[in-house]
């Protein structure tokens, strides 16, 4: 049985897919992660059956031995947002760009099968058209959006060059359980559902009316498990989205129904680098890679809230129980 090689697998998207790799039948997953915006905590139901490195991409001696040999390595270690790169773009470019390409070269090196890589929406920038099909020029707007892309022509180059299986998700503001929302730069959805069980005004950066193709994390985690198998697609890229598109106000108008109250968002100032609107075209994830998404919005938004509200003790008490 081949390995399973899982970067970055503490974090949000990570630990989902980790867990969807279990269910899917993996016997055992090896994570990579530096704990840097990741937490051990997600993974503690499955903690048994993962192998788990706290080592950093960007070690290439570290990662080799992990990645050798594996069958399908997802490449999803990155520092993430938009605005954190802007305000902070050493540390987001040194392991977004100079990361990826470590995590290539143990790749090639180690004779990985696969990698399937987390790209994003936001190396589309701001388009005139929607939705946003892959075939569109890129038009980064931020150094995230840019370092995304880079490590996108990466995935590329090594498969047209080297030979190396790669396949690029884009993905579209992914958000569900676990979605870290404990810094400023996390995404807006787990801001939100914070201020409305806190019963505080959240703030919206700009008029509100900006919209988001939010695609819930089980979605995006059938999709990839879906890349990592199917044939002739090496060097390709595929929108990860669900299809839709819904505004911040709407987003908030939701949450408000949800838990029955009414409270006015705070707007302040937009934020530099920000993407007016973004959508996916899934046509293309659909012919050639099976997508199909399940989840409308407002169901993947109703199972996040639900699981914010879940009593704090029950992850621990259940894995307490089962050790
Ligand atoms: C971008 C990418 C996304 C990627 C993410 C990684 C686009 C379209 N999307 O997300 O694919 O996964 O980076 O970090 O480029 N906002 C508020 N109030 C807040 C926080 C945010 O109004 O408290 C607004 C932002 O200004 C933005 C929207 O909410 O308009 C979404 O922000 P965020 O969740 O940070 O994600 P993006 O920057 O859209």
């Given at each position: 049985?081949?390995?399973?090689?899982?970067?970055?697998g503490a974090?949000?998207?990570?630990?989902?897919?980790?867990?969807?790799l279990?269910?899917?039948?993996?016997?055992r997953?090896?994570?990579i992660?530096?704990?840097?915006?990741g937490?051990?905590e997600?993974?503690?139901?499955?903690?048994?059956?993962?192998?788990f490195?706290?080592?950093?991409?960007?070690?290439?001696?570290?990662?080799?031995?992990?990645?050798?040999?594996?069958?399908?390595v997802?490449?999803l270690?990155a520092?993430?947002?938009?605005p954190?790169s802007?305000?902070d773009?050493?540390?987001?470019?040194?392991?977004?760009?100079?990361?990826?390409?470590?995590?290539?070269r143990a790749?090639?090196?180690g004779?990985?099968?696969?990698?399937v890589?987390?790209?994003?929406?936001?190396?589309?920038?701001?388009t005139?058209?929607?939705?946003?099909?892959?075939?569109?020029?890129?038009n980064?707007?931020?150094?995230?959006?840019?370092?995304?892309?880079?490590?996108?022509?990466y995935?590329?180059?090594?498969?047209?060059?080297?030979?190396?299986?790669?396949?690029s998700?884009?993905?579209?503001n992914?958000?569900?359980?676990?979605?870290d929302?404990?810094?400023?730069?996390?995404?807006?959805?787990?801001?939100?559902?914070?201020?409305?069980?806190?019963?505080?005004?959240?703030?919206?950066?700009g008029?509100?009316?900006?919209?988001?193709?939010?695609?819930?994390?089980?979605?995006?985690?059938?999709?990839?498990?879906?890349?990592?198998?199917?044939?002739?697609?090496?060097?390709?890229?595929?929108?990860?989205?669900?299809?839709?598109?819904?505004?911040?106000?709407?987003?908030?108008?939701?949450?408000?129904?949800?838990?029955?109250?009414?409270?006015?968002?705070?707007?302040?100032?937009?934020?530099?680098?920000?993407?007016?609107d973004?959508?996916?075209?899934?046509?293309?994830?659909?012919?050639?890679l099976?997508?199909?998404?399940?989840?409308?919005?407002?169901?993947?938004?109703?199972?996040?809230?639900?699981?914010?509200?879940?009593?704090?003790?029950?992850?621990?008490?259940?894995?307490?129980?089962a050790s």
């Amino acid at each position: 049985m081949t390995r399973t090689v899982v970067t970055g697998g503490a974090g949000f998207i990570g630990s989902a897919l980790v867990r969807g790799l279990l269910e899917d039948g993996a016997p055992r997953v090896t994570v990579i992660d530096n704990l840097l915006t990741g937490h051990l905590e997600n993974l503690e139901e499955v903690r048994d059956r993962v192998d788990f490195h706290e080592v950093d991409i960007r070690d290439y001696d570290a990662i080799l031995p992990l990645i050798h040999g594996a069958g399908t390595v997802f490449h999803l270690a990155a520092i993430p947002s938009v605005p954190r790169s802007i305000a902070d773009p050493v540390p987001s470019h040194e392991v977004n760009i100079d990361g990826t390409f470590q995590v290539l070269r143990a790749c090639l090196d180690g004779r990985a099968a696969r990698v399937v890589y987390a790209a994003s929406s936001s190396a589309y920038g701001d388009t005139e058209v929607l939705p946003k099909v892959e075939s569109m020029a890129p038009n980064p707007l931020s150094p995230y959006a840019l370092q995304k892309l880079t490590g996108e022509y990466y995935m590329r180059i090594f498969a047209r060059c080297y030979g190396l299986e790669t396949v690029s998700l884009r993905f579209f503001n992914v958000f569900g359980p676990r979605q870290d929302p404990s810094s400023p730069y996390s995404g807006v959805l787990s801001l939100f559902i914070r201020a409305i069980l806190e019963r505080r005004a959240p703030t919206i950066h700009g008029d509100g009316e900006q919209s988001r193709d939010f695609t819930y994390v089980d979605d995006v985690v059938g999709l990839l498990i879906k890349a990592a198998r199917a044939p002739g697609v090496a060097g390709r890229v595929f929108n990860a989205g669900n299809g839709g598109r819904i505004t911040l106000n709407d987003a908030w108008r939701l949450l408000q129904e949800f838990e029955g109250v009414e409270i006015a968002p705070v707007y302040g100032p937009s934020r530099p680098g920000d993407v007016r609107d973004s959508q996916a075209d899934t046509a293309l994830a659909m012919e050639l890679l099976g997508h199909q998404p399940r989840f409308t919005f407002p169901e993947g938004l109703r199972l996040t809230l639900d699981w914010f509200k879940r009593p704090p003790d029950i992850v621990r008490l259940k894995s307490a129980t089962a050790s």
